[in-house]
């Protein structure tokens, strides 16, 4: 006969199953609510990039950048990223990523703007700040500055967040096709937009990818 206290030990494994069991999945962020995408985040985060060159963990202050700190735990929560090539990799500059594997969910984020934040860090090389095309017109777009590009702090370019393991994994990043047409040889935006993976899997299979982003870490405040 087992004891009373093994009883208990297992029953408290089924019911940690069972509840672990009933948690509902987050759902991509094609299906995801209005407002899932901007609930605060918490004080500070770690990202894992699952990449095809190793792991990069960027650790996300909010303080930093409020706005573009809770755009990215959303879109991180939602497997936005999971997928997505590095698609503008210019040596010496930038890598740039954020326009999804899949076009439904590049289109489902296009028109979620998020109005811009102060720039508090500067832009040193190994900081993760939004691309931007105008004032208040920030998405989904990152990028990871390859050296220190001061210059991208007075256009307003707000860093979010920091590599604090694995930038050796960023550096080797494939970057041979440079920037994107007309500028170079890189793939164009249009196209990334509209075709996704089929299009960059085709015409530059050498674009590196993040496989899978993950939150690996919490530091204060709530989340979600």
């Known amino acids: 006969m087992q004891s009373p206290a093994l009883l208990a030990r297992c029953a408290g494994v089924v019911a940690l199953t069972l509840l672990v069991g009933c948690r509902r999945p987050v759902p991509p962020v094609q299906h995801a609510a209005a407002t899932a995408l901007d ?19 960027v650790m996300v202050h909010r303080d930093w950048a409020p706005h573009g700190a809770d755009r990215i735990y959303g879109l991180v929560r939602h497997r936005y990223y999971d997928g ?4 503008r990799a210019v040596p010496n500059f930038v890598v740039q990523f954020g326009l999804a594997a899949d076009p439904a969910a590049t289109a ?3 028109e979620r703007r998020i109005v811009d934040d102060s720039v508090r860090r500067s832009n040193v090389r190994g900081t993760l700040s939004f691309a931007a095309g105008g004032v208040d017109t920030r998405t989904a777009q990152l990028f990871i500055n390859l050296r220190d ?3 991208l702090d007075r256009l307003g370019f707000a860093v979010a967040g920091q590599v604090i393991a694995g930038m050796a994994a960023v550096d080797s990043l494939y970057t041979g096709y440079g920037e994107g047409a ?3 040889q ?3 935006q249009e196209r990334i937009t509209r075709e996704g993976e089929a299009y960059l ?9 993040i496989v899978r982003a993950e939150v690996v ?3 204060g405040g709530d989340g979600r």
């Open 217 to 219: 870490r919490r530091y």
């Open 201 to 209: 899997a085709q015409e530059f299979p050498l674009l590196d990818r």
């Open 39 to 57: 609930g605060a985040a918490p004080d500070s985060f770690v990202v894992r990039f699952f990449t095809s060159r190793g792991d990069v963990d």
């Open 108 to 110: 489902a984020v296009r």
């Open 149 to 151: 590009n001061q210059r």
């Open 84 to 87: 997505a090539r590095f698609f």
């Open 182 to 184: 007309p500028r170079g």
């Open 186 to 188: 890189g793939p164009t």
